[in-house]
């Protein structure tokens, strides 16, 4: 039976997998087992819930405040906010746990549920585990005064604005900067936090309808973007995606910057202040080579972690590291938060263009992107991915003919059932021609039977 939990908390088409009877389901043991592991420490608990704001977030939230009421634990309603100001206020607020209602950058039609334990940091695998094998059992329900309660927490979105302001080294005066919030959880927070800081502020994708998150606006559709900045004449914008734990960027020629260059932007700022922690940042499998190209000419030592900003997250805990994150755009700056926080990452990158008088495409320059192709196979057998011989000597064969000048990485989604494809060459043609050809091989080795 698969793992109900993937990289990024539970996710999947909403109403048909990712139902009122699961989001109770799940939000029952969750409480169960964080209680029994001592989160709660004998006092009422407490959770602060929020979500991105698509339509099936309504009925979602809903069961989930009823589990954690059900099961004892009083609910303060965040309403629609980021994924990482819930994460933030879990720790502001001292509450016992959170919960955001989210897929995050998928489609409408999807939806999901992130747990943070104390503190607002994710849940580890083993605890997730502990939730899933623990949900429909029975339990002995409290009544009367025992019940949770729920009421709306009204300064949700101040507190976070707040705190993000509070983390900048300088202000953004004289920057005009052009947002697309995609339509999502950060279409309030976002336009505000940059404001606030001084700067000039355009934005789009900023109408949410419960609809429209992620449809054609945000960080996995910057062509509207790319559009606005070069319209507006300004000097770069930035893209979240629905629940704003990503950030990346369009420079003001209308070029994307992307999370591997924004992390390294970050990186050389924070060494160059003396806060980046041993010289070290940390990434996943999945970073472009130029970017460790680009971080060993700046003597800056890059630790490589599973995909999933929760994997850099550990690593970044067990050592100590203050910067990491994903191409992808999830950036953790440790200092200020505990997860991928992407209205944080856009207002430190343009804190850096602010200090620096560089322009974002003269910052970006410090790597070079080798061309890299990411090819999504759909409809086979992911578990095969990383023992199926034969798919694994076509893998092999690849690798060789790069000859060292790229790489090859076949992997299991965990947000989604498909296997990513990437392969990164020297020349662009080369990497297309060896993507496909992967691509093929998985299909034909992994065919579902």
């Given at each position: 039976?698969?793992?109900?939990?993937?990289?990024?908390?539970?996710?999947?088409?909403?109403?048909?997998?990712?139902?009122?009877?699961?989001?109770?389901?799940?939000?029952?043991?969750?409480?169960?087992?964080?209680?029994?592991?001592?989160?709660?420490?004998?006092?009422?608990?407490?959770?602060?819930?929020?979500?991105?704001?698509?339509?099936?977030?309504?009925?979602?939230?809903?069961?989930?405040?009823a589990?954690?009421?059900?099961?004892?634990?009083?609910?303060?309603?965040?309403?629609?906010?980021p994924?990482?100001?819930?994460?933030?206020?879990?720790?502001?607020?001292?509450?016992?746990?959170?919960?955001?209602?989210?897929?995050?950058?998928?489609?409408?039609?999807?939806?999901?549920?992130?747990?943070?334990?104390?503190?607002?940091?994710?849940?580890?695998?083993?605890?997730?585990?502990?939730?899933?094998?623990?949900m429909?059992?029975?339990?002995?329900?409290?009544?009367?005064?025992?019940?949770?309660?729920?009421?709306?927490?009204?300064?949700?979105?101040?507190?976070?604005?707040?705190?993000l302001?509070?983390?900048?080294p300088?202000r953004?005066?004289?920057?005009?900067?052009?947002?697309?919030?995609?339509?999502?959880?950060?279409s309030?927070?976002?336009?505000e936090?940059f404001?606030?800081?001084?700067?000039?502020?355009?934005?789009?994708?900023?109408?949410?309808?419960?609809?429209?998150?992620?449809?054609?606006?945000?960080?996995?559709?910057?062509?509207?973007?790319?559009?606005?900045?070069?319209?507006?004449?300004?000097d770069?914008?930035?893209?979240?995606?629905?629940?704003?734990?990503?950030?990346?960027?369009?420079d003001?020629s209308g070029t994307?910057?992307?999370?591997d260059?924004?992390?390294?932007?970050?990186?050389?700022?924070?060494?160059?202040?003396?806060?980046?922690?041993?010289?070290?940042?940390?990434?996943?499998?999945?970073?472009?080579?130029?970017?460790?190209?680009?971080m060993?000419?700046?003597?800056?030592?890059?630790?490589?972690?599973?995909?999933?900003d929760?994997?850099?997250?550990?690593?970044?805990?067990?050592?100590?590291?203050a910067?990491?994150?994903?191409?992808?755009?999830?950036?953790?700056?440790?200092?200020?938060?505990?997860?991928?926080?992407?209205?944080?990452?856009?207002?430190?990158?343009?804190?850096?263009?602010?200090?620096?008088?560089?322009s974002?495409?003269?910052?970006?320059?410090?790597m070079?992107?080798?061309?890299?192709?990411?090819?999504?196979?759909?409809?086979?057998?992911?578990?095969?991915?990383?023992?199926h011989?034969?798919?694994?000597?076509?893998?092999?064969?690849?690798?060789?003919?790069?000859?060292?000048?790229?790489?090859?990485l076949?992997?299991?989604?965990?947000?989604?059932?498909?296997?990513r494809?990437?392969v990164?060459?020297?020349?662009?043609?080369?990497?297309?021609?060896?993507?496909?050809?992967?691509?093929?091989?998985v299909?034909?080795?992994?065919?579902?039977?």
């Amino acid at each position: 039976m698969a793992r109900l939990f993937g990289t990024d908390g539970v996710r999947g088409l909403a109403n048909q997998d990712i139902t009122a009877e699961l989001a109770l389901d799940l939000a029952v043991a969750a409480a169960h087992v964080l209680g029994e592991s001592g989160e709660f420490e004998g006092h009422r608990p407490t959770a602060v819930v929020g979500t991105d704001g698509r339509a099936s977030g309504e009925f979602l939230l809903a069961a989930t405040v009823a589990g954690l009421a059900s099961a004892g634990v009083d609910v303060l309603d965040a309403g629609v906010l980021p994924t990482p100001a819930i994460a933030f206020l879990t720790a502001d607020l001292r509450a016992d746990l959170g919960v955001m209602i989210s897929a995050s950058h998928n489609p409408m039609p999807d939806n999901g549920i992130k747990f943070f334990a104390r503190g607002g940091h994710k849940l580890a695998d083993h605890v997730e585990d502990a939730i899933e094998a623990r949900m429909r059992e029975p339990w002995q329900r409290p009544t009367g005064a025992g019940v949770g309660r729920l009421r709306s927490l009204g300064d949700g979105l101040e507190r976070y604005v707040g705190h993000l302001i509070a983390a900048l080294p300088n202000r953004l005066d004289g920057l005009h900067v052009v947002l697309d919030t995609a339509n999502g959880a950060a279409s309030v927070a976002s336009p505000e936090a940059f404001r606030r800081a001084g700067a000039r502020v355009s934005v789009i994708g900023a109408s949410p309808d419960g609809l429209n998150i992620n449809d054609g606006y945000g960080s996995t559709h910057l062509d509207r973007l790319c559009e606005a900045v070069l319209s507006e004449g300004a000097d770069f914008g930035v893209a979240h995606d629905g629940d704003a734990d990503r950030c990346l960027a369009v420079d003001g020629s209308g070029t994307p910057v992307d999370g591997d260059q924004i992390m390294s932007i970050l990186a050389i700022s924070l060494r160059d202040k003396g806060r980046l922690v041993s010289d070290t940042l940390v990434a996943t499998v999945m970073s472009n080579l130029g970017m460790l190209q680009a971080m060993e000419r700046s003597a800056i030592t890059v630790r490589q972690t599973a995909v999933g900003d929760r994997y850099v997250l550990e690593d970044m805990k067990s050592g100590g590291y203050a910067l990491g994150g994903e191409q992808s755009g999830h950036v953790i700056l440790l200092e200020h938060g505990t997860t991928g926080d992407g209205v944080l990452t856009g207002l430190m990158l343009a804190a850096r263009v602010a200090e620096t008088g560089r322009s974002l495409t003269e910052l970006a320059s410090v790597m070079t992107r080798l061309p890299q192709v990411l090819v999504n196979v759909r409809g086979v057998d992911t578990s095969q991915v990383d023992s199926h011989e034969a798919l694994l000597d076509d893998v092999a064969r690849a690798s060789d003919e790069l000859d060292g000048s790229g790489r090859v990485l076949l992997r299991k989604s965990g947000t989604e059932p498909l296997v990513r494809v990437m392969v990164e060459a020297a020349d662009e043609s080369q990497a297309q021609a060896v993507a496909q050809r992967l691509a093929e091989s998985v299909r034909t080795h992994l065919a579902l039977r």
